[in-house]
């Protein structure tokens, strides 16, 4: 029973060797795409700018002030050195930071020369620098070129293409537009001396650090935000050292980097030695105040006591009197200062209640408050405000550590009104204390003279105000000697410094190892594409794997028809000489009663090279002193009498109608044995006659006079006459055609085959070229070894129909 076949039950799959030589096939286009790529690559490396990366070191640090004394408590707990390094890294990060950067360095301004292939960053690569009017409004995204005539003298040109331009000021950081006349603006100006134009006010400074030229250098004002994007700083730090930061940043200038990093650290350490004496600064500012109080009521008090003296110039106080003045001097300041603490802690009472913010409250100690609770509490309260402000800068609202923060705050507030209600009950009792003392004392006052009461009264005035200003007056220089020794916990390791490091960028190898990689890569990617997608028959592995009908062969590219006739040694000739074996093969094993033999051949569709094979197969076999002939059964497209010089004025058609009998439609041939019989003109109904009984007559004749038919048939993928014919033959030859049939087109024969609608049939490749490294055994494909014994037919290139053409043209001019 003849095995089922199912092309279904095929799946496609990836021949790699098969791709491997695809791919090499193209090996022009991996030429053409390497040029290219190493091209790209090239003006890549000679276009782009260098790219530095410079970087600066700093640890984090809890510096200690060394006049700092838990009596003094004129500073805070920052938290731990962990807490204070994730700080540091969010305030490098802010944009807030950053914007005081810019501010600080005025990187808004643009410096600008030209190279050969850009404009580069210029700054501090020019004699001169720009120093902005931050009062003034600037122009906006405008160039400013500047051409130095002298060492003091430049000249400002600006063209002005539309009269309404935009300016901003950089303090206020707001935009304005203001009308000019458009044209070129030129205007010569002294240098170190204030540009002030409506549009703008500069001061052009010189650069000592870059010898005088005369060359041009363009400036441009930047937009502030635009600018603040652009400058980020990268921040790393290891685990061994976590309080160690290392600050990174890459750019074109290396000038303007090291001055960003430098800056960066340098205002970081500004703004957090500032937070940092933020008690000793409000307390500096609590004590000057009492002090100028202070100072006038010592002031008139000292007058008022030399002006009763005078009045009274006999006054002279006894011993009791004296000792009494002193005693009541030393209540009375006593008493004030239970004052002073009391009048503090109201007012500490009334900050806590009303505001949220406690980041401006002076220092208990000034006042003498020594309390521990409320000296530690005070110092917690003010440092968390302080963290709470410093997140602001670098984390969204609402976020989760505002809302941990607040809920800290709330129980210090709530602790510390406590400690301020006990610790004012401690004092009203010291101050009734101080009270009953001072009662006594007065009853020893009352029983002196009247003047020396009043001169007491006075002195004790002046002792008091005195006394208070020599307490305030040693605060005050307590808590400036406290501010001034006070520094920063950021120190600096290593400055951001030019030492000639090598740019990070352009990497020219890398660009060069990407061309080569993509250079390689787009072909291939295009020629894999192309195989995957390709549903063409590219070799006889294909049918192989697409049918189960034999291949009997595979024929390669030939540029004459009749190559068996004309080039017998061909490797082409060889090819059809293996079908004629096999042909023979097939006949043996299909045995038949006629005497002569009967060749069909057909294919999917037209241009497959049925009647390329129909004449060579039967030009084979009278080249073999064998009668044949040749039949051309393509009535609705016949061709075959073509490559014989012969015409088609009578042929099968005019048998069939009766019109004229077989004697009278066979032509001869120029190669003996061989006879043709062409189609004749188009009939209306080729399908009907060549299924007439007529049909029948004519084969049966033809098979008693030839002793081998070749039958040329119309394209079984399009009509179905060939079906029809196969009753005559005894082989059935299908024609595929390499990168030509498709391959869904072997579903057709295959089913035919599958049912017995066809048999005895076998399947050729043809226009078959050997690619490299393909050997399939067919009769075709001898190699280098092949070319003594076959004449090899040479490929006509572009390049040899070129020389041609010159040959040709030079030939003719030499006539």
Known sequence: MEEEFNISEFKS??????????????????????????????????????????????????????????????TFNWGGVSDK???????????????????????????QKKAKYWNYDAYKKTPYLIKVDTSHAQLLGKKINIHPISVDEVELSIDFNTSNVRLLNYGTKKYSNINVKKGLFVKKVKVNELIKLPFLSITVVPYLDIPFSKEDFVVSFSDFNSTVSAYKVNISSNRASPAILNLSKGGA?????VDYLNASVKVLQRDQLKRKNIFATNTIKFVDSVLLGLKSEVKKNEEAMNDFKRRTKSLNLEADGEKLSLELSDIDLEKEMISKKLDYLKELESYLKSSSDYKNVPAPSITGVDEANIVTNVGAIISLSVERSQYEFTLREGAPKFAELDRDINSLRTVLLENIKAYRSALGIELRSVNKKLGKIQKKFEVLPVDQQQFIKIERKYALNSGLYDMFLNKRTEAGLIKAANVSDLLVIDEAKDVGDRPIGPNHKFNYIVALIVGFLLPTMVVVLFFLLNNKITGPKDIEFLSKIPL?????????????????????????????????????KHS???????????????????????????????????????????????????????NNDVGVVNYLIGDKN???????????????????PIPPNPSELLISDQMDAFMEQLSKEYDYIVMDTPPLGLVTDALDLTKYSDANIYMTRQ??????????????????????ISIVLNHFKLKSGYGYGYGYGYGAYGESYHEMEKDETVMSRVIQVLKKIIRKNKI
């Not at 041939?669 to 004749?680: E, K």
């Not at 049939?741 to 066809?758: A, C, Q, R, S, V």
């Open 662 to 680: 077989i004697s009278e439609i066979v032509q001869k041939t120029h190669i003996p044995n061989l006879d043709l019989i062409s189609s004749g």
């Open 85 to 111: 390094v994730h700080t540091t890294k969010n305030l490098f990060k802010s944009r807030t930071h950053n914007e005081k950067v810019i501010e600080y360095l005025q990187f808004y301004v643009k410096y």
């Open 253 to 257: 200038n290396k000038n303007r980097i």
């Open 552 to 588: 009997l062969g595979v024929v390669g590219k030939s540029k004459t028809p009749l190559v068996v006739f004309e080039r017998s040694k061909s490797p082409v000739s060889e090819a059809f000489r293996a079908i004629r074996s096999s042909l023979e093969f097939m006949y043996k």
């Open 13 to 74: 799959t990836l021949n790699f060797k098969e791709l491997f030589f695809k791919i090499l096939s193209y090996w022009p286009w991996y030429i053409v795409s390497l040029v290219i790529c190493f091209l790209v690559a090239f003006q890549v490396n000679v276009r782009k700018q260098n790219v530095y990366r410079m970087s600066t070191q700093v640890v984090v640090s809890k510096a200690q002030n060394p006049f700092f004394s838990s009596s003094t408590s004129l």
């Open 592 to 646: 038949s009663s006629k005497d002569s033999k009967t060749i069909l051949i057909t294919s999917s569709v037209s241009g497959e090279g049925k009647t390329f094979t129909s004449i060579n197969i039967a030009s084979l076999y009278a080249m073999s002193n064998k009668k044949a002939v040749l039949l051309g059964l393509d009535l609705r497209k016949p061709k075959l009498f073509g490559d014989f010089n012969l």
């Open 739 to 760: 990168d030509y049939t498709e391959k869904g087109m072997l579903g057709l024969i295959n089913d035919k085959y599958k049912n017995g609608e066809i048999k005895n």
